[in-house]
C-alpha cells in the first residue's frame, strides 16, 4: 500500500490508540468492545510506533547528567552486620536457613528446628519417600 495512503489512514487511528491508552482497558478488552480485529491494532500501533522513530532525530538528545559524572563508576557499599554474618569464608553469600520448617509428604509431618545436617534430612525423605 501506498505510504501516502497509509499515512491518512493513521491519523484516523491515532484516535483510536489514545484512546485505548486512557482507557485503563487492555488491549484485547478495548479491541473487543469496540470491534476491533487486535490484529489490525497491533499492525497500526507498530506502524504508528515505527513512524514516530523514523521522525524522531536521536542524534539530539540530551541527558541532564554533567558530561563529568557521564562514565559509569563503582562505589563500595558497607555490609551491614546482619550481611557479615551471613557472608561464608569464600567471600559469597550463603542463603539464609530458616529457623524451623515442616514438611509434609503423603500425610506425614516432619518439623525441624535449627539447623540440620543434609546427609541425614536426606535420609530422613528417602525413607518417607520409600514408606
Not at 497509509?6 to 487492555?26: F, H, N, Y
Not at 563503582?74 to 567471600?91: A, C, I, N, R, Y
Not at 514438611?103 to 528417602?126: C, M, P, Q
Request: charged residues 25%; proline residues 5%; contains cysteine.
Amino acid at each position: 500500500m501506498d505510504s501516502a495512503v497509509m499515512d491518512v489512514r493513521l491519523q484516523t487511528w491515532i484516535p483510536v490508540l489514545k484512546a485505548q491508552a486512557e482507557s485503563g482497558l487492555s488491549k484485547k478488552a478495548f479491541c473487543e468492545l469496540h470491534n476491533i480485529s487486535e490484529n489490525t491494532f497491533y499492525r497500526w500501533q507498530r506502524y504508528l510506533r515505527s513512524k514516530l522513530i523514523d521522525e524522531h532525530d536521536f542524534s539530539e538528545v540530551q541527558t541532564n547528567i554533567p558530561e563529568s559524572e557521564q562514565e559509569p563508576t563503582f562505589v563500595e557499599l558497607p555490609m551491614t552486620p546482619d550481611v557479615q554474618k551471613s557472608v561464608d569464608t569464600k567471600g559469597l553469600l550463603s542463603p539464609k536457613k530458616p529457623s524451623s520448617m515442616t514438611l509434609t509428604f503423603h500425610g506425614v509431618s516432619i518439623k525441624i528446628e535449627g539447623a540440620v545436617d543434609e546427609d541425614a534430612l536426606a535420609a530422613v525423605l528417602r525413607a518417607v519417600k520409600h514408606a
